[in-house]
């Protein structure tokens, strides 16, 4: 099946809305994607015909809601290639993730004196879970610097990781420049000195296909609400032995073997991290999601995205007067901008006036923003369901502001 832009458009009921008085253009889908009807659809239908809480009903639709969402649990493992579905814990969200694994696995790893690595282009929520723990720990954190151009500067990297590196948490794709990093090499270069890694997959798993298996690292994380799935879904991938060896996050229910007021014990792995009643309906929606996304094909909408980044950079750089941040040669489909003269807010809030919704700010990533010598960008991060029409009407949109602030 050829990818058609137009045919998926159709699957997402939100595009074909109006905003102020025009077709709606969204460019902020790294903040948060949009959801096709078939998620939508399957949301409303498993409210409307299966809905019971899992895990612990005797009757048949509890017992088909379980199915249903260990089925999804499945279904994850196979799109993010993890060799067994125990090794997917269900959170809210990336965030809920790396706060999971920095309140378990670090708190039991990590001391007095430990060094923690991570980079200069880290989201905010993957830099101030460990920052905690270091301060509780008696830790440290040391940051590895990134390039003019927003690329990881892989040799001072290496310079960090010492013999007190316990763990490289680190970035698939920068939310804030679309820098893609050399995974592969991080976490080899991690393993080779014994070092545990986390990967921040929440900008990586909407734009590329996903094996956390060849990329060889410890945890993965990822948020639903960014794959086209609805919020309230995450995902937590571990290694096995890893997570049955850390122990458990939040305590209460599901999460228990059995419990008396002189001890309790706790449920094997992935029960042992899931207390009490999860987002079953968002967990159902994520599989709907997955499924869409592999109906189509991770490769078709890699492809397809990397041909609108190249126009889009294109056109946006004869724009007189606008800057690209980070401009690395490896990128997913997101462009972070200055525009002489103008405040990004400024421009983001010109582009709504047009029915265009892109995001201005700091991105939740400031150290990035301090290293790249600007306070905010405006950013335009695009999907597969954007088109090239998207990106000129983006563009006259900014020769309009332009004219404004002249
Ligand atoms: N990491 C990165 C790279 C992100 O872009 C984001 C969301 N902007 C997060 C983590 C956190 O995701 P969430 O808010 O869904 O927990």
Known sequence: MTFDVETVRKDFPILSTKMRGRDLVYLDSAASSQKPEAVISAISDFYSAHYANIH????????????????????????????????????????????????????????????????????????????????????????????????????????????????????????????????????????????????DGAQAAPHQSVDVKALGCDFYVLSGHKVFGPSGAGVLYGRLPLLESMPPFLG?????????????????????????????????????????????????????????????????????????????????AVISFVLEDAHPHDIGTILDGEGIAIRAGHHCAQPLMKRMGVPATARASFSFYNTRDDVDSLVEALRKTQEIFA
Do not use: C
């Open 56 to 199: 612990r009903g005797v009757y048949q639709l509890s017992a088909e809601a379980t199915q249903r969402y260990e089925d999804v649990r499945s279904l994850v493992a196979r799109f993010i290639g993890a060799p067994d579905p125990r090794e997917i814990i269900f959170v809210r969200n990336a965030t809920e993730a790396i706060n999971l694994v920095a309140r378990t696995w670090g708190e039991q790893q990590i001391g007095n004196g430990d060094e923690i690595v991570l980079t200069t282009m880290e989201h905010h929520a993957n830099i101030v879970p460990w920052q905690m723990l270091a301060e509780r720990q008696g830790a440290s954190i040391r940051v590895a610097a990134v390039t003019d151009d927003g690329v990881l500067d892989l040799e001072h990297l290496k310079r960090l990781l010492g013999p007190r590196t316990k763990l490289l948490a680190v970035t698939a794709v920068s939310n804030a420049l679309g820098t893609i990093n050399p995974i592969n090499t991080l976490t080899s270069l991690a393993r080779d000195r014994g070092i545990t890694t986390l990967v």
């Open 252 to 332: 209460g229910g599901d999460m228990i073997e059995s419990v008396s007021f002189e001890g309790t014990t706790f449920a094997p792995v992935p029960q042992k991290f899931e207390a009490g009643t999860p987002d079953i309906a968002s967990v159902i929606g994520f599989g709907a999601a997955i499924e869409y996304l592999e109906a189509i094909g991770m490769d078709q909408i890699s492809a397809y995205e990397q041909t609108l980044l190249t126009y889009a950079t294109e056109r946006l750089l004869k724009i007189p007067g606008l800057r690209i941040i980070g401009t690395a040669k490896e990128k997913a």
